[in-house]
């Protein structure tokens, strides 16, 4: 997890400000800045990692400096809910060694944690719309998906379960 955020840093963080402003994190070399964001507190690395996660998400979505703040604070909001939603699914099991009960009980669990998702999804997408247009809505939950692909992509295949969920649908 932490190269994958680490790795994210460097390919969208050169121009950002850290809340350190005598870092220059375009002059700095990889080597240089990995040592940085390790000295960081874990606070300090969550909120230099929210600024750069906004920053992003604002220079992608060419969001108006009027609206920056407030379009910030609803996406924010919607990746705190998210994130709630999902911690109420734990799915570091084995469902081989579940029971048939068990893992029925466990299905329905993830298709109600599914459904909270979208539902919460479509409840944000409305708020967001208020403050910038629909286009730019569909554009965040494409570069969401884009992205997590492509955590996915780097993330160590030493889950058999996970592979063979994947392989078979």
């Known amino acids: 997890m932490k ?7 460097i390919i969208y963080g050169f121009g ?10 375009k002059k700095m070399d990889p080597k240089q800045r990995k040592e940085v964001i390790n000295n960081l507190s874990p606070e300090e690395r969550k909120s230099l990692l929210t600024k750069f996660r906004n920053n992003m998400v604002m220079d ?23 994130k709630h939603i999902k911690s109420q699914f734990n799915s570091n099991f084995n469902p081989e060694t579940l029971s048939e009960d068990e893992a029925k009980a466990k299905l329905q669990q993830s298709f109600e944690v599914g459904q909270k998702l979208l539902d919460n999804r479509k409840k944000y997408a409305d708020k967001m719309q208020q403050v910038i247009p629909c286009q ?14 492509k955590m996915d992509e780097r993330k160590p295949h030493g889950n058999q379960n996970t592979s063979r969920q994947k392989q078979n649908p």
Do not use: G
């Open 3 to 9: 190269k994958i955020l680490f790795t994210l840093f």
């Open 16 to 25: 950002l400000n850290a809340q350190r402003t005598d870092y220059d994190w």
């Open 60 to 82: 992608n979505l060419e969001i108006d400096p009027s609206d920056k703040a407030e379009f910030t604070e609803i996406y924010n909001e919607y990746l705190e809910s998210q």
């Open 136 to 149: 730019k809505v569909l554009k965040l939950f494409q570069s969401e998906k884009m992205m997590k692909d």
